[in-house]
C-alpha cells in the first residue's frame, strides 16, 4: 500500500471508536480501494504517479469528518460485546487455572503475602483475657533459611485478676526463598516463659501463630526480649513498648 494511502487510513479509522479491528480493517481497505482507482484514473489522462496518489488523497475531503460520519453509521454494540466477552473469557480462564494449579502456587502466595506485610489480625484474647491496649510491630529476624517477622502486639489483662497481664505478639514465619516452606513456629522452643498461644498455616509456605509474653505483675518494663531456637537455629528480639501509646 502506498504510504500517502495508508497515512489517510489510519487518520480515518482513529476517528471511529465504534469500530471493531476487524470493521477497521475492511474500513481501510474499502478507502484504498476508491484511492487507487481515482489515482489510476488521473494517471490514465497523463498526471504523474505520485502527483496523482496526492490528488485522490486531496479529493477524499478531510479524514476526520470522513471518520465521524463513518462513526455515526456504527453501532457499539458488537464493539463492546467483543470486549465483555474477551474479559469473561480471561475470567473463567482464570477461575479454570485456579481451580487446576491454585493448591500448587498457595505456598508461594502465603510466602509473598508473609514478606510484604500481608498479615491478618490477631485473634480475639483467649477465655478469661481482654484486651487493654495494642500497637503496631516491624521486627524482622533472620532465623536459619527462614525470617520471623512480628507484626503487632496486644497487651491482655486478666479479668479475674487485674495484676496478672501478658504481651501476645502476632508473627509469621516465611522462607527466603518463597518456593520453599518456611520453619514451623511450633518447632521452636520460646524461652523466657514465651509460648504460643495458636498457631495456623503449618506447612503451606508460612508459618503464622500467636506468641504470648507474661508479664511481671505490676510491671511497666521499658522493653521485652523475646528468643526462641530450635535445630541449632535462634533468634533473639529486643521488643520496645510505649505504654502511653498502648493505654
Same mark, same amino acid.
Given at each position: 500500500?502506498?504510504?500517502?494511502?495508508?497515512?489517510?487510513?489510519?487518520?480515518?479509522?482513529?476517528?471511529?471508536?465504534?469500530?471493531?479491528?476487524?470493521?477497521?480493517?475492511? $474500513?481501510?481497505?474499502?478507502?484504498?480501494?476508491?484511492?487507487?482507482?481515482?489515482?489510476?484514473?488521473?494517471?490514465?489522462?497523463?498526471?504523474?504517479?505520485?502527483a496523482?496518489a496526492?490528488?485522490?488523497v486531496?479529493?477524499?475531503g478531510?479524514?476526520?469528518?470522513?471518520?465521524?460520519?463513518?462513526?455515526?453509521?456504527?453501532?457499539?454494540?458488537?464493539?463492546?460485546?467483543?470486549?465483555?466477552? %474477551?474479559?469473561?473469557?480471561? %475470567?473463567?480462564s482464570?477461575?479454570?487455572?485456579?481451580?487446576? #494449579?491454585?493448591? @500448587?502456587f498457595?505456598?508461594?502466595?502465603?510466602?509473598l503475602?508473609?514478606?510484604?506485610?500481608?498479615?491478618?489480625?490477631? @485473634?480475639?484474647p483467649? #477465655?478469661?483475657y481482654?484486651?487493654?491496649?495494642?500497637?503496631?510491630?516491624? +521486627? @524482622?529476624c533472620?532465623?536459619?533459611d527462614?525470617?520471623i517477622?512480628? #507484626?503487632g502486639?496486644?497487651?491482655?489483662?486478666?479479668?479475674?485478676?487485674?495484676?496478672?497481664?501478658? +504481651?501476645?505478639?502476632?508473627?509469621?514465619?516465611?522462607?527466603?526463598d518463597?518456593?520453599?516452606?518456611?520453619?514451623?513456629?511450633?518447632n521452636?522452643?520460646?524461652?523466657?516463659?514465651?509460648?504460643? &498461644?495458636?498457631?495456623?498455616s503449618?506447612a503451606r509456605?508460612?508459618?503464622?501463630?500467636?506468641?504470648?509474653?507474661p508479664?511481671?505483675?505490676g510491671?511497666l518494663?521499658? &522493653?521485652?526480649?523475646?528468643t526462641g531456637?530450635?535445630f541449632?537455629?535462634?533468634?533473639?528480639?529486643? $521488643?520496645?513498648?510505649?505504654w502511653?501509646?498502648?493505654?
Open positions: 500500500m502506498d504510504p500517502l494511502y495508508s497515512r489517510f487510513c489510519n487518520e480515518v479509522c482513529g476517528h471511529i471508536p465504534r469500530a471493531t479491528s476487524r470493521e477497521r480493517g475492511d $474500513i481501510a481497505r474499502e478507502l484504498t480501494h476508491h484511492l487507487e482507482d481515482h489515482a489510476r484514473q488521473l494517471a490514465d489522462r497523463g498526471v504523474e504517479e505520485g496523482a496526492d490528488r485522490a486531496q479529493a477524499m478531510d479524514p476526520s469528518e470522513i471518520g465521524a460520519k463513518w462513526n455515526a453509521q456504527l453501532s457499539p454494540f458488537w464493539l463492546w460485546m467483543g470486549r465483555v466477552l %474477551c474479559v469473561a473469557g480471561m %475470567c473463567l482464570f477461575v479454570i487455572f485456579v481451580g487446576l #494449579y491454585g493448591e @500448587r498457595e505456598p508461594i502466595l502465603n510466602s503475602l508473609a514478606r510484604v506485610g500481608v498479615t491478618g489480625p490477631l @485473634r480475639d483467649p #477465655y478469661s481482654r484486651s487493654v491496649g495494642e500497637m503496631e510491630l516491624d +521486627l @524482622r533472620p532465623y536459619g527462614s525470617v517477622y512480628l #507484626y502486639l496486644t497487651v491482655l489483662q486478666n479479668i479475674h485478676d487485674p495484676d496478672e497481664r501478658a +504481651l501476645r505478639i502476632g508473627a509469621v514465619a516465611y522462607h527466603r518463597p518456593f520453599r516452606d518456611s520453619v514451623l513456629l511450633t521452636i522452643t520460646w524461652d523466657g516463659g514465651a509460648w504460643l &498461644s495458636y498457631w495456623a503449618p509456605g508460612a508459618s503464622a501463630g500467636a506468641i504470648t509474653i508479664l511481671p505483675p510491671s518494663p521499658e &522493653s521485652v526480649v523475646l531456637s530450635s541449632g537455629n535462634s533468634f533473639r528480639a529486643v $521488643i520496645p513498648l510505649d502511653e501509646a498502648i493505654s
